[in-house]
């Protein structure tokens, strides 16, 4: 199993666990605004590069003070240049792509302590999440001071009919941390990651493709966009492009302001009985 999913659980089983929460019920909308960045095939550092603009629409629904619901609808663009690697075989590669993304989310959120709305005390808390995503995306590249898709030219030696599909899920890990600014405004700063299911959304991952084949079902542009390697020889039909062995990832950092929608419990002390 991997062990994004072994988090996953573990996180589902930390959930369960808790026994004891204050009953603060209610819903949250707000908005997001940050940045995304990619980790793939143009990107094996796991580095930071060409962030792109992301932001989005939130809902929550608080089942108590521990753990709330929560679906999202998101924006990002993300990017990846092999020049800006430090690895030869990547900057001889040469390739590069563009995309925009466009996610729904559901999670399951947990926080740490208890959180409840207008507590004087009970108004902050670091948290966690886990869950899952779909999302619509489409690498381009430019040639020439034109930009193209990727993916209507099977740059891979797709077969005509069979290209990778332009929508996909993925499993989601995060945390933040929320404050209240007042009863009915808090503010979140959180980062997520979103491990996917395609290998696909730089348009990189296995071999060069035979470029005779290539030219005849999709033309010159393809083929141009396939290999733009640096160096005789090294886009030549089989030898490798991407690596098949892991899946391509993005991440989202952002802050949010949430407004809530609900009552504030009653202790129970003050309940008349």
């Known amino acids: 199993m991997k062990i994004q999913y072994?988090?996953?659980?573990?996180?589902?089983?930390?959930?369960?666990?808790?026994?004891?929460?204050?009953?603060?019920?209610?819903?949250?909308?707000?908005?997001?605004?940050?940045?995304?960045?990619?980790?793939?095939?143009?990107?094996?550092?796991?580095?930071?590069?060409?962030?792109?603009?992301?932001?989005?629409?939130?809902?929550?629904?608080?089942?108590?003070?521990?753990?709330?619901?929560?679906?999202?609808?998101?924006?990002?663009?993300?990017?990846?240049?092999?020049?800006?690697?430090?690895?030869?075989?990547?900057?001889?590669?040469?390739?590069?792509?563009?995309?925009?993304?466009?996610?729904?989310?559901?999670?399951?959120?947990?926080?740490?302590?208890?959180?409840?709305?207008?507590?004087?005390?009970?108004n902050k808390t670091p948290y966690f999440f886990g869950g899952f995503n779909i999302f619509h995306y489409n690498p381009t590249a430019e040639l020439d001071g034109r930009r193209y898709q990727l993916r209507k030219l099977g740059t891979e030696g797709q077969p005509l009919g069979k290209e990778y599909a332009s929508i996909s899920a993925g499993l989601i890990l995060g945390g933040g941390f929320k404050f209240d600014i007042n009863r009915d405004v808090s503010v979140n700063i959180e980062v997520s990651t979103r491990f996917l299911k395609t290998d696909y959304l730089d348009d990189v991952s296995s071999v060069y493709p035979d470029k005779q084949t290539l030219g005849d079902t999709r033309g010159p542009i393809a083929v141009a966009l396939s290999d733009r390697s640096l160096v005789e020889g090294q886009g030549a039909s089989g030898r490798q492009r991407g690596d098949t062995k892991s899946n391509d990832r993005y991440a989202f950092f952002g802050v949010s302001v949430m407004r809530y929608f609900g009552g504030i419990q009653c202790p129970e002390i003050s309940k008349i009985r």
């Open 6 to 122: 072994k988090i996953f659980f573990c996180i589902l089983g930390c959930m369960l666990l808790v026994s004891e929460s204050r009953a603060q019920r209610g819903y949250e909308l707000g908005g997001w605004i940050g940045m995304s960045s990619y980790f793939g095939d143009l990107n094996t550092e796991l580095k930071i590069v060409k962030p792109g603009l992301a932001l989005g629409i939130i809902a929550r629904r608080n089942i108590n003070s521990r753990i709330t619901l929560r679906t999202s609808l998101n924006y990002g663009r993300v990017g990846a240049d092999d020049a800006n690697s430090k690895n030869n075989f990547e900057r001889n590669r040469n390739l590069s792509f563009r995309s925009n993304i466009f996610d729904w989310s559901n999670v399951i959120e947990f926080n740490f302590f208890s959180y409840e709305h207008g507590h004087p005390t009970y």
